[in-house]
């Protein structure tokens, strides 16, 4: 491809991503008014409502791969986006705040250690598809719609555990005055259509890119694609921990990475049949977002909080695994992902 394909493709990619954050400020807004409005607890606004509001990106990437043959793009963009979100995030928020964000142990003990297990349940769910539906003669496994329907009955399970939590909690008289539901409504599905549409031609450049450099298309996913997608949960993340609301920021971090591992890749699955996943190149990304979402959960518990220094920290290692990612692209230092 010449200079000027590949400088069209990066402009679709800046367009696509505006776009995206657009679209993900409609829907998310409109996601939080009606959670108010109905009168969900904050930390179900969070978790549920607007995590699944916010992560309506990831998912149009996964289906939108999946039928255009690219599956593994939206693969690596739920991987990636789930690292950048816990770290990248949480930092954001922190450095962007006057006060150090505030948790609490229903947030530590329930969403941070239920996304620990979603993290752990997608991880058997491949390591199944490489010991039950081989491919090739690596470490390479088929995904088949039986499988994929397991992380989906646990994410069953976490709407469940929601849901009664919603059931015992008691309105308060904070919420919007004047909020008219179907306009927000309105707003929401304006907000998604811009979102698939965005999506659309965001895969179809990455996917371009690939090509003319030689790159896999899962690394494409964990960098580009996931830092795209990702918008708008810094943006929505940002917001409530700015507005005094840091319970919902952090359950919006965890919630939406449990939809994203536990649906958004599911669902591609079932819509395509089946996939093959190189279980030697997960690993490695896992490990990765294995030790990110320990860090947060220890500067979560440490003191109930997360301080400035803290959020250095989690934006630090957030570049140390970016810098890493580049030097085995580029064939530099250890190999520890395949076809790089």
């Known amino acids: 491809m010449s200079t000027g394909g590949v400088l069209a493709d990066i402009a679709i990619i800046a367009l696509a991503s505006g776009v ?38 990831e998912l149009a990437t996964v ?30 928020a922190g450095l962007l705040t006057d006060d150090p964000i505030e948790s609490n142990r229903t947030l530590v003990y329930k969403e941070a250690q239920f996304y620990m297990l979603a993290v752990s349940a997608l991880l058997i769910t491949f390591a199944l598809g490489v010991i039950y539906y081989p491919a090739g003669d690596g470490l390479e496994g088929t995904i088949t719609r039986p499988l994929a329907l397991l992380p989906l009955a646990l994410y069953g399970l976490y709407v469940f555990i929601q849901y009664q ?42 996917s371009s890119l690939g090509v003319t450099f030689g790159v896999p298309e899962f690394l494409l996913g964990v960098t ?11 943006l929505v993340s940002v917001r409530a921990a700015r507005a005094n609301r840091p319970v919902a920021s952090l359950a919006n971090v965890l919630g939406s ?23 030697a190149m997960a690993v490695p990304m896992f490990g990765v977002l294995t030790v990110a979402t320990i860090a947060l959960f220890t500067v979560l518990r440490t003191d109930l909080s997360l301080s400035d220094r803290e959020a250095i920290g989690l934006l630090g290692i957030y570049v140390l695994f970016v810098g890493w990612v580049i030097l085995e692209t580029l064939d530099v230092g250890i190999d520890l992902l395949p076809n790089t």
């Open 20 to 57: 995206i954050w657009l679209g993900s400020g409609w829907l998310e807004q409109a996601s939080d008014r009606l959670a108010a409005y109905y009168g969900l607890p904050q930390v179900v606004q969070g978790a549920i409502v607007v995590a699944v509001g916010s992560s309506m990106p």
């Open 63 to 92: 289906v939108i791969a999946g039928l255009s043959g690219s599956l593994a793009i939206g693969v690596g963009g739920i991987v990636g986006s789930a690292i950048f979100n816990v770290l990248v995030i949480p930092g954001l």
């Open 165 to 206: 939590d919603t059931a015992d909690h008691v309105p308060g008289e904070d919420g919007p005055v004047n909020v008219d539901p179907k306009r927000q409504w309105g707003w929401l599905g304006a907000g998604l259509l811009a979102i698939v549409g965005a999506v659309h031609f965001l895969v179809e450049a990455v």
């Open 224 to 234: 580009i694609v996931a830092g795209a997608t990702s918008l708008p949960d810094s």
């Open 257 to 279: 990475n449990t939809f994203d591992l536990l649906v958004a890749i599911p669902v591609g699955v079932l819509l395509v049949g089946e996939e093959t996943i190189d279980f």
